[in-house]
């Protein structure tokens, strides 16, 4: 050691001698230059130690203990002058031993003049780059154990201040704010205590100390001496205006500061044209112009960050090998303006760039492609020479090269060169000339195969590091671990194994980490050194070179003093995505950054490149649907919505790639499923959700009806035969496993949709995808996996994540053993060892930046653990390296997650790691699998229970789809709900129900929204057993014996005539196709909360004008009844299953035309056919005859031309002609489910047949005219003469065959009075039946009715007189009939109503009779039914006096003739009525038509389209009240008791009655008295042993429990008047007035329901925005994995616990949002608020956005503004005054609606758009939102909707929606089609402003919260 010091110490000898001359050599420039005035020079003068002189300050130099640690190779060969200054007043701060702190812009320039004045005075330098994680270990001593007893270890400050050296600190700014004070003391006294007791004392109090005391005194007493040479050079940026820490002032106001700017003008220039020697001078200096120009004042109040002065060098570097190359080019690699800056950016770049005329010309040219590559030979290695072809010429320049070979052929299988691709390699090869390079790209666009495909060309071996949010200084560089022997060591990082070995490091994500971690590799990227924890120093080659000339020493002496070589081709190419522009987070391009790296930016591919790629990769894709694919894509990508990006953001490449992968495999897929899958379009967010659709159909990629039905076709089954699985189509044979016990074994029963996620994601396991599952809590994601599993044999590992999952718990669990530390392989690394499943449970609960450590394992299959291994992909990686896992080939990763966004307030997995699996998202199974899955839960619990709870979730999750609920209720609570009635059958449902929805009992919107849910589908909860309202029963008068009716006998010829029939076939013409469209049914179950006759009832979709004149329902079994109803004006016809959720309807209106004035109004029947011919219906339009048959099924349509002589239609009569003239034709459809039907005219004299399925007619001529046709037997017909009423019967053969014309009889009958006795008669005049019955009553009813046992044919009628009349013997038996009636009192058709009377509503009824009559007897039930106007109705019996009557439509009138009483159910009136009352009457007395359905039940349908089923019959109505009461269940009122069995130990002695106690007290036990209770032997209640139970009278007096319950009503009184009280004394204090109080509750009150749903989402936000998160280095917490080694060692600050996080230094503030609603008050809002309410919708939305943002104005400030015909910019809430009570917010609504009414008309839409975007904008906000409530007017002021569109977008960072509130005909939906998909609104039904305001908030608000 001495020695060498000598030889150093001789100052002439050597080396050392040849530095000082090469010193003076570039200090004075050469010769004459030296002796300028005013310019500084070094100089250096030789004595024993030798002086430094700068201008006028000398130093004296003394020789370095360790030479090694003296920086090297900083002094450049001529430095600038202001160099020199800065150097010179160094000196003078080191000669008055002051510390310095040198500040200013970010870049290398500060170190670089650090380190040139410590290797000029030839001083030691402990360097330390401060970052966030650096504590006071770092700076003041760290603990090691060695040989089991902890020391210490001191650090880099206690280091240089005992032996002399200077402390270089850099990044002050970025350490945590009480770090730094640690040095003040050390700073001011030069005194420090140290942790291990020894005291840095300054060297004058150490010497004085010396002198009166000795050297090993001090020592004991741990006193160290401070060297005097010892000073400390801080370096950092200026805080306010760069991002970081302020410094600490007792900090600063210890350093001396000097501002070290960029180099000045001059200097630089001479600088760069130094390097440039090929570009002309001018080029240089327009450059270096333009750079300084952006660093200037005024460009960083743009908001622009500073230009990278310093990469100016490396710039020229590259242009000087490429004079022809563009310039902006080049600038755009240094400066990135495209990425990082918005539009203002943008545009002052480029203006930068044209003045100093430095854009693309055409000349300048760009590097086309790669031509070669060849290693260099000789003696540079690791070099190569590359050939890049730029414009024709080719141009050779060296390159670093990796360690390995070169890749020879440059064509490889996984990377296909596109001409993009090729170009950015070539510039990458640039760039790789001179510096680190960063790709900027977004997610999935290939950055990572194309750095692969870069080192593969150059020969570099990769290193991958995945950078992650909470990653640690140290995690980058060197951690800590354990020796066998227990010591402390520390272990490089990849990183620096990397630098040592020449590899070319890929960090991954370096947008993730923080900037204050990246701190610590400035001096590793811009000088290519680095000093580690331990105190190792890596050196840069040249430098490592020069110490070991200068020492003298070999390689391995240098590393005994732990000095490395960086090798020289290590390189670092960093991954980023690209920063958000215009948003609050942290913009991690920052100006530090951009001094690091050359930028180049990956575009995603073109569309002609991506083609090429997929094609080439997958060979066997389909191409047109690689076309469709590929040009929704680009769509998506070009736009500028937030939305579509998103949306592309999730196809990018990498997926695109796997569905064509996908598509290839199986090509009958449908792309529609495929980007709906991809997108999970599933849980999109509405907006999104409908501008992918919208999307979607543009690119034509369509879903295809088969599609859709396919799955509920295809029985999906799994089965396993002889080793191969098989679901649904896909097969995969089966897995042999060794651990049997992995695999899960799970309860699963199979049903269909379950079945079909599990083939899909079979095929994609198959494809060799990791599998991504999104959907709600309780889908069944575990369940599947797991049957999944179970099914391939496959064990699994299972991981589930938390909030507090960290990197380390990932993948590995350190703990202590011994002293030792361990490491336990989380189940990843397992599964990854052993090729078992890995399953990740609720990934998206954990933080996505711990997360996405999992993207390196699948994508590049490798990962570093924190013990050291390595999991690598391929075996070719493990060449003889130890600590490597290789990934076993059967390793495949499963990730469950809930959907992401409210409520489950989980992070956005699918956003950051989506484009790496393949997703699926599981829904809840559809109501087929769901019921199929329950049936298998509860195989006792009642069918029809399930189907309600079926029906009533999936409505409830349909609700919370639309974000009206918040919860999304899921088959898990449904499976709980059937377990629970399956082992207690006799709870009843609506209590059972409530096990789910209590957790909602709070909230009273949700519940009201539940509640009626649970009731629309008939789950009573609420109701009381008791609450049955059936109709009240009057009694039917007795039957009166009427008289018989007699067939006139054959004697006399003429009562027996022959009617001749002629046959012919029916001409068809058609078929025409008719549309067939479907609508929602909104079935509603009307047993909710009381028990009445009405079963269902829903409503068609009925125009204004609609009439319905026919209502049929097919005569099938009960479950398939079909309801046809047709409307006349216009012609519909509407057709539905009753028990199912649609209808569909056929709109027959250009067969019908609506005609001119009222001459004719077409008045259409129905009847439907039956099997074969089962789904067609024959329609007859009464008055013209036209009988058409159309097929429901498919839409055709026939018109069968029944006489086909005749003329087409009736001559229609000229139109004044009077109306009466013309009379109708008929259709008699008793047995049309036969295939025939009977037609005849009114008042004509032939009835025609047609038998629809041999197409022929029949016609019967007849001698008289007919009246009416009632077809009681298929053989039999009942006619009634036109004038007399006199009755026929027509008898026939009951099959007509077309050859056998046989005649067919005609009988009169005569109707014989019964005689009365004296001789009197009843005659009556003969009427016509009503309804006659085409079958008989059973004898059991017929004996019932009649009051004597009888078995007879029957008959049943009705008519106008007579509430029933039953004909015995009729039609079969020819002998005389006995005619049997039940009369009423008075007569219906006699007794009109007036319209005074107030029972009865509408016009007065023209006395025409109407045409439908409504009567409808069921003989099942033996009643008859009719329906009455309510005019008919005796409404004082049924209700009693005080009560008035609903309004009802009419009146259900049941005549029973079994019970023999008479009942009245009120039809509830509908909600709209016809105008043309007219019309209305002359369809029927009441306001509904009646038709029977099945066997004993009937649906009436009202003229507004409310259609209601009804169950009348006795016996049905009994079954159905058990069943609802067993659904609400049996509380019987009797006291729940508590019994406890124990054995009491006593034998039973026989069995005894016991004493009976005289006094008959109450006796409890004790084997004595008879009647007690409990007792052991004696006769009792709940003994145990005794004979029998004795109830000694003992009553319990029990209040019925709906009396318990219910609260005094004396205690509601006074919480009512409470109530009121409070509510007046709240008017006083806000001076309203109670009349506006109600005016402002009716706006209010309509929107109560949304404003509390988004004042619960803006709650959340909140709260998740208060999050805390990790805090690191405490002294108190939960130990962190991370420090458990300096847990050993026995450091305190080694915890961690949650606590609020300091916002980062320099994080903007978080602004609030800004929101602007424009609204529409135009007088056009107040002319047709008539029609549409739309001006008090508006006012509703006003109401809405002014409640729901109450109290939330520091995050959302919102204004709202009208527009109308008077200006464009009427302010109505100013955002500084928002209205704070109900009165001021009453107040606004008042003038808008003023200004509705008194304003000018004219349209300002436009402007008023326009005008709030760019107003708006000029606000400082985080985020801008636009909502403009408007009518769709504009075509009326003449404004193209294109010109609306391209306000909306005017502004990108202007989320602008329209919302067009009604509107004339179709204006809004054509304007929609034109504006941008997801921005615009169509409110037909006004009701629907607030949900979609709540729409746009929830999607867009949200998603940026």
């Not at 659709?693 to 396993?720: A, F, G, V, W």
């Not at 008791?1026 to 054959?1050: I, R």
Request: glycine share 6%; aromatic share 8%; charged share 25%.
């Amino acid at each position: 050691m001495q020695s060498r010091v000598l030889c150093l110490g001789g100052g002439a000898g050597g080396p050392a001698a040849r530095r000082v001359r090469l010193l003076l050599r570039q200090v004075l420039g050469g010769g004459a230059a030296a002796a300028r005035p005013g310019r500084l020079e070094v100089r250096a003068l030789h004595s024993s130690g030798g002086t430094v002189t700068i201008g006028d300050v000398s130093f004296k130099l003394k020789t370095p203990k360790n030479p090694e640690l003296v920086p090297q190779n900083y002094m450049t060969d001529s430095l600038a002058q202001s160099v020199v200054h800065h150097l010179r007043w160094i000196m003078q701060k080191d000669l008055l031993g002051q510390d310095v702190f040198l500040i200013g812009p970010p870049g290398p320039l500060r170190r670089s003049i650090a380190m040139q004045y410590l290797e000029l005075t030839k001083r030691e330098v402990e360097y330390i780059a401060l970052s966030r994680d650096t504590t006071e270990t770092d700076l003041k001593q760290r603990r090691e154990i060695r040989d089991g007893s902890a020391f210490y270890l001191d650090q880099c400050a206690v280091r240089a201040a005992t032996e002399g050296r200077i402390l270089v600190l850099e990044g002050l700014e970025k350490a945590e704010r009480n770090v730094l004070p640690v040095l003040n003391n050390l700073l001011e006294n030069r005194e420090m205590q140290l942790e291990d007791g020894r005291f840095l004392m300054s060297a004058e109090r150490y010497d004085k100390l010396l002198q009166d005391h000795t050297k090993s005194e001090l020592d004991s007493w741990k006193i160290v001496r401070v060297s005097e040479d010892f000073r400390v050079i801080a370096l950092g940026l200026p805080v306010p205006k760069y991002s970081g820490n302020p410094l600490d002032p007792p900090l600063r106001s210890r350093f001396q500061a000097r501002d070290v700017y960029h180099l000045p003008f001059k200097d630089h220039l001479q600088l760069l044209y130094s390097i440039g020697s090929n570009i002309s001078t001018e080029r240089i200096s327009q450059l270096l112009s333009f750079a300084t120009t952006l660093c200037s004042q005024e460009s960083s109040t743009l908001g622009l960050p500073d230009f990278p002065l310093d990469s100016l060098s490396a710039a020229v570097q590259i242009l000087d090998s490429f004079p022809m190359m563009s310039v902006q080019h080049v600038i755009e690699r240094l400066y990135p303006y495209n990425v990082f800056l918005g539009k203002e950016g943008r545009t002052a770049v480029k203006d930068a760039l044209k003045r100093f005329e430095l854009q693309d010309s055409e000349s300048h040219l760009l590097p086309r492609r790669i031509a070669k590559v060849e290693i260099v030979n000789g003696n540079k290695p690791f070099k190569a020479d590359v050939t890049v072809q730029i414009g024709e010429k080719e141009v050779t320049f060296q390159v670093p090269a990796g360690t390995r070979l070169l890749k020879k052929h440059p064509r490889s299988d996984t990377f296909i060169r596109t001409s993009s691709h090729n170009q950015l390699l070539a510039e990458m090869m640039q760039s790789h000339m001179v510096k680190d390079m960063c790709l900027i790209g977004g997610k999935g666009c290939g950055k990572t195969v194309i750095a692969k495909e870069f080192a593969d060309i150059l020969g570099y071996s990769i290193e991958p590091i995945m950078l992650y949010q909470d990653m640690m200084a140290r995690d980058l560089l060197q951690q800590r671990y354990t020796l066998p022997n227990g010591d402390t060591a520390w272990r490089p990082s990849p990183l620096v194994t990397a630098a040592l070995e020449g590899k070319l490091v890929i960090l991954d994500g370096i947008h993730r980490i923080n900037p204050g971690t990246l701190a610590v590799l400035q001096r590793l990227i811009h000088d290519r050194e680095l000093t580690l924890y331990d105190g190792t120093r890596l050196l840069r080659e040249d430098r490592y070179q020069n110490l070991k000339e200068e020492l003298q020493i070999s390689d391995e002496k240098l590393q005994e003093r732990s000095i490395f070589p960086i090798h020289p081709s290590f390189r670092i190419v960093v991954l980023a995505e690209p920063p958000v522009i215009g948003s609050s987070t942290q913009q991690w391009l920052g100006p530090e950054f951009l001094t690091l790296f050359l930028f180049h930016n990956v575009r995603s591919l073109s569309k002609s490149e991506e083609m090429e790629v997929i094609k080439e990769m997958i060979p066997n894709v389909p191409s047109v649907a690689v076309e469709q694919l590929l040009s929704l894509t680009h769509k998506l990508r070009e736009t500028n919505d937030a939305t579509a990006q998103s949306l592309a953001s999730s196809l990018s490449t990498r997926q695109l790639l796997r569905i064509c992968r996908r598509l290839s495999q199986h090509p009958d897929e449908s792309l529609y499923y495929a980007v709906n899958k991809a997108c999970l379009s599933r849980f999109l967010p509405n907006l999104a959700r409908s501008a992918l659709h919208k999307n979607l159909q543009d690119s034509r990629i369509e879903t295809s009806q088969d599609d859709m039905k396919k799955p509920e076709e295809k029985e999906y089954t799994c089965e396993i035969n002889n080793g191969i699985l098989k679901i649904g189509s896909v097969t995969m044979p089966i897995y042999n496993s060794t651990e049997k016990m992995k695999v899960p074994d799970v309860l699963f029963y199979e049903n269909t949709q379950h079945m079909m996620v599990m083939e899909d994601m079979l095929k994609d396991f198959l494809l060799g995808e990791h599998l991504l599952l999104v959907g709600n809590q309780g889908v069944g994601k575990n369940k599947i996996i797991d049957r999944f599993l179970h099914l391939l044999n496959r064990p699994r590992e299972y991981l589930q994540l938390h909030r507090d999952t960290t990197v380390q718990s990932l993948t590995l669990q350190p703990s202590v053993k011994d002293g030792l530390i361990i490491y336990e392989d989380s189940p990843l690394v397992k599964a990854v060892k052993f090729g078992h499943i890995l399953v990740i449970d609720e990934a998206d609960k954990a933080p996505t930046n711990v997360t996405c450590v999992l993207k390196t394992l699948v994508e590049s299959g490798e990962m570093v653990l924190s013990d050291g291994r390595r999991i690598v992909a391929n075996h070719a990686h493990v060449e003889g390296r130890e600590n490597v896992v290789v990934i076993h080939p059967d390793f495949r990763m499963i990730v469950l997650a809930n959907r992401p966004g409210f409520p489950f307030l989980g992070n956005d997995f699918f956003g950051t790691l989506g484009d790496i699996f393949s997703c699926h998202a599981v829904d809840n199974p559809k109501p087929q699998s769901e019921l199929a899955m329950l049936r298998q839960y509860g195989p006792d619990v009642p069918e029809p229970i399930l189907q309600k709870l079926v029906a009533a979730f999936g409505d409830l999750r349909s609700l919370a789809d639309q974000g009206i609920i918040n919860y999304p209720y899921s088959t898990r609570e449904v499976v709980n709900i059937v377990k629970h009635l399956q082992k207690f059958p006799t709870e009843g449902l609506a209590n059972v129900v409530r096990n789910v929805f209590d957790f909602d009992s709070y909230n009273n919107e949700m519940r009201e929204i539940l509640i009626s849910t649970l009731h629309k589908y008939g789950i009573p909860i609420g109701a009381k057993p008791t609450n049955v309202q059936l109709a009240k029963e009057l009694p039917l008068p007795d039957h009166k014996f009427m008289g018989y009716w007699k067939v006139d006998q054959p004697g006399n010829a003429r009562q027996k005539l022959l009617c001749p029939t002629e046959t012919q076939n029916v001409d068809v013409k058609g078929p025409v196709y008719l549309n067939i469209q479907g609508f929602p049914l909104e079935r509603h179950e009307a047993r909710s909360l009381s028990f009445t006759e009405e079963v269902a009832f829903w409503t068609l979709p009925l125009g204004e004008v609609n009439l319905v004149c026919d209502v049929t329902v097919t005569k099938e079994e009960e479950a398939e009844n079909i309801l046809y109803v047709t409307t006349c004006n216009p012609v519909s016809l509407y057709f539905m299953n009753v028990s199912s959720k649609s209808g569909y309807f056929v709109d027959l209106y250009d067969l019908f035309p609506r005609t001119v004035g009222s001459v004719w109004q077409p008045f259409v029947t129905v009847a439907p056919l039956g099997n074969p011919l089962k789904g067609q219906v024959v329609l007859h339009e009464e008055e013209s005859n036209v009988v058409l048959l159309l097929d429901t099924n498919n839409g055709a349509l026939h018109r069968l031309l029944l006489l086909p002589d005749a003329q087409e239609s009736p001559k229609r009569t000229s139109w004044w002609s009077s109306k009466e003239e013309m009379s109708n034709y008929k259709m008699c459809r008793e047995f049309s489910h036969k295939n025939w039907l009977v037609f005849y005219k009114e008042a004509g004299n032939h009835l025609i047949v047609l038998d629809v399925l041999e197409g022929q007619t029949h016609t019967i001529l007849l001698p008289i005219n007919l009246k009416s046709v009632f077809l009681v037997a298929e053989d039999r017909w009942l006619l009634v003469e036109n004038e007399t009423n006199q009755k026929f019967l027509l008898t026939k053969r009951a099959h007509m065959e077309a050859e056998d014309s046989e005649v067919c009889q005609l009988y009169a009958l005569s109707e014989e009075p019964a005689d009365m006795g004296f001789g009197l008669t009843t005659a009556s005049e003969l009427c016509a039946p009503h309804a006659v019955s085409s079958d008989q009553l059973s004898s059991e009813n017929l004996s019932a009715a009649v009051g004597q046992k009888i078995s007879s044919p029957n008959r049943i009628f009705s008519d106008e007189h007579n509430y029933a009349t039953i004909v015995i013997g009729f039609p079969d038996l020819l002998s005389p009939s006995e005619v049997y009636s039940w009369k009423r009192n008075s007569s219906l058709s006699r007794k009109r109503a007036s319209p005074s009377d107030p029972f009865y509503y509408g016009a007065r009824r023209k006395t025409a009779a109407a045409k439908q009559t409504n009567c409808v007897t069921l003989l099942a039930s033996n009643q008859i039914v009719r329906i009455l106007a309510p005019g008919d109705v005796p409404l004082k019996d049924i209700y009693p006096k005080d009560v008035t009557p609903p309004q009802a439509a009419g009146y259900l009138e049941v005549t029973d003739l079994n019970s023999k009483k008479i009942k009245y159910i009120a039809i509830p009136r509908s909600q709209s009525l016809s105008p043309y009352t007219s019309w209305l009457s002359k369809i029927s007395d009441a306001d509904a038509l009646l038709a029977p359905l099945g066997k004993v039940g009937l649906v009436s349908v009202d003229m507004g389209g409310g259609v209601r089923l009804w169950e009348t019959g006795l016996d049905s109505l009994q079954r159905s009240l058990q069943d609802w009461r067993n659904m609400i269940g049996q509380e019987d009122g009797r006291p729940v008791q508590i019994t406890i069995q124990r054995d009491s130990g006593l034998d039973v002695s026989s069995p005894k009655h016991g004493k009976v106690d005289p006094d008959n007290m109450p006796h409890v036990g004790g084997n004595t008295w008879a009647g007690g209770t409990g007792g052991r032997d004696t006769a009792g209640l709940g003994g145990k042993g005794g004979p029998y139970r004795l109830d000694a009278g003992h009553r319990v007096y029990q209040i019925s429990q709906a009396e318990k319950d219910a609260v005094p009503e004396e205690v509601k009184r006074a919480a009512r008047e409470m109530g009121e009280k409070a509510f007046k004394q709240r008017l006083k204090e806000i001076q309203m007035s109670e009349y506006d109080a109600s005016t402002y509750e009716r706006f209010s009150g309509a929107v109560r329901r949304q404003v509390q749903s988004l004042r619960i989402i803006l709650d959340n936000l909140q709260a998740k925005g208060k999050e805390r998160q990790w805090l690191r280095h405490q002294a108190v917490g939960e130990l962190d994995d991370a420090k458990i080694i300096d847990g050993l060692t026995g450091e305190k600050a080694i915890y961690k616990r949650r606590g609020e996080l300091e916002p980062q230094p320099g994080s903007p503030q978080q602004k609030p949002k800004r929101l602007r609603v424009v609204v529409d008050v135009s007088g056009s809002m107040y002319r047709f608020n008539g029609v549409d309410g739309r001006l008090e919708r508006s006012m509703e939305a006003v109401c809405m956005v002014m409640e729901a943002f109450e109290n939330y104005e520091h995050k959302f400030k919102y204004d709202i503004v009208g527009h109308s015909g008077d200006g464009f910019d009427i302010a109505l809430v100013g955002s500084d005054k928002v209205p704070k009570n109900n009165k001021q917010r009453l107040e606004i609504l008042k003038i808008m609606h003023a200004h509705a009414q008194f304003c000018m008309s004219g349209d300002h839409t436009l402007e008023g758009t326009e005008h709030a975007i760019r107003e708006i904008a000029k606000e400082e906000a985080d985020e801008y939102f636009v909502i403009v409530l408007s009518d769709a007017n504009l075509e009326r002021y003449g404004i193209p909707p294109s010109r609306f569109a391209q306000v909306l977008t005017t502004n990108a960072q202007v989320n602008a929606f329209a919302i067009f509130i009604g509107s004339l005909g179709d204006q809004a939906d054509r304007l929609q089609r034109t504006l941008p998909a997801g921005r615009s609104f169509i409110a037909m039904d006004t009701k629907e402003i607030p949900q979609i305001l709540q729409q746009i908030f929830t999607s867009t608000m949200l998603s940026s919260a």
